[in-house]
């Protein structure tokens, strides 16, 4: 019955089903001691010699209660051992339960390597850290307009399918995938740890993101559908990193001036008519994390020196045409 019960994970049932297994026996006894002629160790005869102590101890109505108190004793014992051994599995369990679920909440915003590091560091995102990231904006050119022609349904299922391909990218380049905002996309390339390839990895990304809907529009226009055409923003420089947030509802987040300039940059490929529209900060630190490399940014136009709102100084872009 005991080992029945440490299935429950409960340490309390535990205790409970020795006390009653202990109490049960213990009354059994009580009753058979109570009846007429019962002999016990207590009871019994006193100067008897070996043999006859023998005989009585073999008799029908003889009853050992220091036997049965040996016996409770052990019962008890063992019943209180496996009551810690079932609060330790269930401290083991319910570990395990919290483990599995934040992994499963930070899988939603980390690639497999990046979550990997994460779980495996004490508290990496409590911490404010600062450092040089890659930050990526993308959205949907036209979206506004294109809300109007669909049901709201189609909108939800077009988002979703659009949201888990550039995803996909994010996390195939090693990004972290910091905040979906309708049809927008925010991505971070050395967020939460530096590495050595940031800038390269979000130009990757960018471009991939370029293609994967190119392909998803193929599929568009053979099912009669119209294609979706998106604007990308990337820039690189220092920004601050860590959880944003009240206690209770708490966020990852990359934040600084870094990540406002990238906002800005994605909301210039309106008007320059651009598929990427890249910081020459960003290209130039591709150009360092791969000097010897192919040429990454050779496909890139320059686009001068471009006023971004918001900020007291013009910016040195470079700009990306004609994949979509």
Known sequence: MLSTVAFTFSPRRMLVAGLSAGLSWTAGVLWLVALPGTITTWNHPPNLTPEQDYIEHLGPLFVDTNLWLQDLIVLLLVAGILALVVQRSQQLVIRQAMVTRQRASLSRYFSPNVLDEVMDSAGPLTAVRKYDVAILFADIVGFTRLCETMPPENVMDLLRIYHSRLEAEVFRFGGTL??????????????????????????????????????????????????????????????????????????????????????????????????????QTLLDAVQRENPDGPGLCDSFEDAGWQAIRGRQHAMHVRILRGVL
Request: net charge negative; glycine share 10%; proline share 5%.
């Open 178 to 279: 910091d905040k979906f905002i309708g049809d927008a996309v925010m991505a971070s390339f050395g967020a939460p740890r530096p590495g050595p390839h940031d800038a390269t990895q979000s130009l990757r990304c960018a471009q991939a993101m370029l293609e994967t809907m190119a392909e998803w529009n193929a599929e568009r226009e053979q099912a009669g559908e119209v294609p979706i055409r998106i604007g990308i923003g990337i820039h690189y420089g220092p920004a601050v990193m860590g959880d944003v947030g009240s206690e209770r509802c708490a966020a990852f987040a990359v934040i600084g001036d870094t990540t406002n300039t990238t906002s800005r940059l994605q909301s210039l490929t309106r008007s320059l008519e651009a598929d990427i529209v890249a910081s």
